[in-house]
């Protein structure tokens, strides 16, 4: 159990490691965990000031408190499973492993960017997810979650598979597939591009639909007070 401040290197830390404590752990050096991670309620876990920082687990990664960032990017590496039911709101999240799942509980994910680099199933998707979401070229992410929303941007070059309603209110593209039950593009002014096979899909929220060269297989609505659009003055085909 860590209540203060953590400096390491690469096998440092070879055991089951909770940051506990009320207040601020601060992370001073490049940390790796061989094992799993739990940050407990009331505590924060962030990098040092002004520094860059990597905090590395192999194992799970559960968290309870508060992920964040300096004004430098502060970098979580997870190869096992993750689990939110805090504030994860660290400046980039790299899911390393193959295998794993993720849970958005009842906490919040604003991470400035969550990179997919193995393939992952969405278990629970009980609060909305921000920031942007990449996945890897030859990465799935599979939502099981009956129900999904990523309010910022998503690049998906790999899968993105669903069978459920998948919420995308901000910018989508990719060079990847999406395979989803329900679709929903419902943010205000959205870009949207890619390759879509959907059950359904709508054009749904306010503002503008910027379409970029886009095919959508399925059956497609445009919901009343959305205008959908190619942008500036390039010809676009939907």
């Known amino acids: 159990r860590i209540e203060g401040d953590v400096t390491g290197a690469t096998g440092a830390f070879v055991i089951e490691t909770v940051f506990g404590g009320a207040g601020t752990r601060s992370i001073l050096s490049a940390v790796t965990i061989t ?52 504030t994860w709101q660290n400046g980039v999240t790299n899911l390393t492993g193959a295998g794993g799942t993720i849970a958005l509980n009842a906490g919040s994910v604003t991470a400035t960017g969550l990179n997919v680099n193995g393939d992952r199933t969405l278990a629970t998707a009980d609060a909305p997810a921000g920031g942007t979401w990449t996945v890897a070229a030859g990465v799935t992410l599979t939502v099981a979650a009956p129900a999904f929303t990523q309010t910022g941007t998503v690049t998906n070059d790999g899968s993105f598979t669903s069978a459920g309603t998948v919420n995308l209110n901000g910018n989508a593209g990719g060079a990847g597939t999406y395979a989803i039950g329900a679709l929903v593009f419902g943010g205000g002014n959205q870009s949207i591009a890619g390759t879509y096979n959907v059950t359904t899909a709508a054009f749904a929220g ?28 390039v010809a676009r085909t939907l």
């Open 35 to 86: 094992g799993n991670v739990t940050v407990d309620a009331g505590t924060q876990v962030v990098n040092q000031f002004t520094v860059a920082r990597t905090l590395t687990a192999t194992g799970n990664f559960v968290n309870n408190g508060t992920l964040s960032s300096s004004s430098a990017t502060f970098t979580i590496a997870v190869a096992g499973n993750v689990t939110n039911n805090g």
């Open 206 to 233: 306010s503002g503008t639909k910027s379409v970029d060269t886009t095919t959508i297989t399925g059956a497609v609505a445009v919901n009343a007070g959305v205008t959908v659009a190619n942008p500036f003055t």
